[in-house]
């Protein structure tokens, strides 16, 4: 079975913290994923990335910034935390794109992180 | 641009089908994916089309017409627990990279 695990469940912050979200994937998986989701809005892509040390923006990068400097963890940072910043944050990953079963570009995604800003 | 469309809220009875509708504007098309999120955990995978026309997986089913932007999710024997939301996500490309692009979501309440 595939396994997306994040750091923390829940977490709160201070405005002006930084704060550091990690997530770990066990399958070997070249892609990984951060999302954020709020009522209303679905999900959003912040980051992704292909490959170790390599990063790319999404639709919202703003406030965020990523590392992987290993292919199984891709860590999501908030330089300096916002109120607005305050959402459940979604790691995702999966392998290359290839035909796998007919699940092409599956995305398995880990449990979630809470996010509060106070 | 890329703009997905799905209704916000259902209900259906238990032992119903319900029918969760979902159109789509994406730049480039590499498949569509229904995802399944119950309250407060992850979403997971429910169905993979790439292809028009229906795909069947148990009491799940799933369909698309590229030509028009829409896909629906069915569901037949509805029982409490498909109680969650239910997230239509296309596989559109930008700036050179595939990307899922997911719907606010339709949350399905079943009652008894």
């Known amino acids: 079975d595939v396994k997306v695990t994040q750091s923390s469940r829940y977490l709160v912050k201070r405005t002006g913290e930084k704060v550091f979200l990690e997530c770990v994937q066990d399958m070997d998986h070249e892609n990984m994923f951060w999302y954020r989701q709020d009522p209303g809005l679905g999900l959003r892509l912040i980051y992704f990335?292909?490959?170790?040390?390599?990063?790319e923006k999404g639709d919202i990068p703003e406030g965020y910034s990523v590392s992987r400097e290993k292919k199984e963890r891709f860590s999501l940072i908030l330089e300096s935390a916002s109120t607005n910043q305050t959402s459940m944050y979604l790691c995702?990953?999966?392998?290359?794109?290839?035909?796998?079963?007919?699940?092409?570009?599956?995305?398995?995604f880990g449990p979630g992180t809470r996010l509060t800003v106070t | 641009g890329q703009n997905i469309d799905q209704p916000t809220e259902m209900t259906a009875t238990e032992g119903a089908i319900v029918q969760i509708n979902c159109t789509y504007q994406?730049?480039?098309?590499?498949?569509l994916f229904w995802y399944q999120q119950h309250a407060g955990e992850a979403p997971t995978f429910l169905s993979y089309n790439v292809l028009d026309g229906l795909e069947e997986k148990g009491r799940f089913s799933s369909f698309l017409s590229r030509s028009k932007g829409y896909s629906y999710l069915l569901l037949k024997e509805l029982q409490m627990k498909d109680s969650a939301s239910y997230l239509c996500?296309?596989?559109?490309?930008?700036?050179?990279?595939?990307?899922?692009?997911f719907g606010a979501g339709t949350r399905l309440a079943v009652h008894p």
């Open positions: 996500a296309p596989l559109g490309s930008k700036g050179g990279y595939n990307k899922l692009i």
């Open positions: 990335s292909y490959d170790v040390k390599m990063k």
């Open positions: 995702a990953s999966s392998p290359y794109p290839r035909q796998t079963q007919g699940r092409t570009y599956e995305q398995y």
């Open positions: 994406t730049s480039g098309f590499n498949g």
